[in-house]
T-cell receptor, first 110, second 118 residues
Framework: QKEVEQNSGPLSVPEGAIASLNCTYS??????FFWYRQYSGKSPELIMS????GDKEDGRFTAQLNKASQYVSLLIRDSQPSDSATYLC??????????FGKGTRLSVIA | ETGVTQTPRHLVMGMTNKKSLKCEQH?????MYWYKQSAKKPLELMFV???????ENNSVPSRFSPECPNSSHLFLHLHTLQPEDSALYLC?????????????????FGAGSRLTVL
């Protein structure tokens, strides 16, 4: 049974701080890793993908992957109230669909 | 029209009704998916179609019946549903349903159909 675990939160951070979201996965042969953002009442939208160990930066977002420890994280620098949403971690193995975590609810306090 | 379009956005039905959800994608993708999202649960994969062929049926009850007439359209036919089936039903598409770090399996979601079963 493939599992993706996330702390459901809510994670509250003050505006301007760094928000750190973590995700662990059970299947050691997982290959592709994604972070989706879902605003309340909306559908998930892709914000980051990462496929190899290390860091990947895109604007204020940094995804970090450590396959040996089976975790992937998302850092949001200079957090803004508009970043308040649920962040979904998704993982997959070759030829299988994505498996999603329950999501972490982030609240950025102005 | 661009992206993934779902209709209706909201649906209320009784347990004896028959209704259908529709999804259309304008991205030139070959794979389409139905997901169910309930409160406090992870997104649950229901069905996957790749090049119009069903490649995944995640032990979904037969009261949910998918149909994929072509790579751009996907339906979910509903009949004799239960109140616990009330949820947000999300359609998604990707270039294909394979993996391998190529990005071909990146999902684009529709806005969802909010279903309430009375």
């Amino acid at each position: 049974q493939k599992e993706v675990e996330q702390n459901s939160g809510p994670l509250s951070v003050p505006e301007g701080a760094i928000a750190s979201l973590n995700c662990t996965y059970s299947d050691r042969v997982s290959q592709s890793f994604f972070w989706y953002r879902q605003y309340s009442g909306k559908s998930p939208e892709l914000i980051m993908s990462i496929y190899s160990n290390g860091d990947k930066e895109d604007g204020r977002f940094t995804a970090q992957l450590n396959k040996a420890s089976q975790y992937v994280s998302l850092l949001i620098r200079d957090s803004q109230p508009s970043d308040s949403a649920t962040y979904l971690c998704a993982v997959n193995v070759v030829n299988t669909p994505l498996v999603f975590g329950k999501g972490t609810r982030l609240s950025v306090i102005a | 029209e661009t992206g993934v379009t779902q209709t209706p956005r909201h649906l209320v039905m009784g347990m004896t009704n028959k209704k259908s959800l529709k999804c259309e994608q304008h991205l030139g993708h070959n794979a389409m998916y139905w997901y169910k999202q309930s409160a406090k649960k992870p997104l649950e994969l229901m069905f996957v179609y790749n090049f119009k062929e069903q490649t995944e049926n995640n032990s979904v009850p037969s009261r949910f019946s998918p149909e994929c007439p072509n790579s751009s359209h996907l339906f979910l036919h509903l009949h004799t549903l239960q109140p616990e089936d009330s949820a947000l039903y999300l359609c998604a598409s990707s270039q294909d349903s394979a993996s391998g770090g190529s990005g071909a399996n990146v999902l684009t979601f529709g806005a969802g159909s909010r279903l309430t079963v009375l």
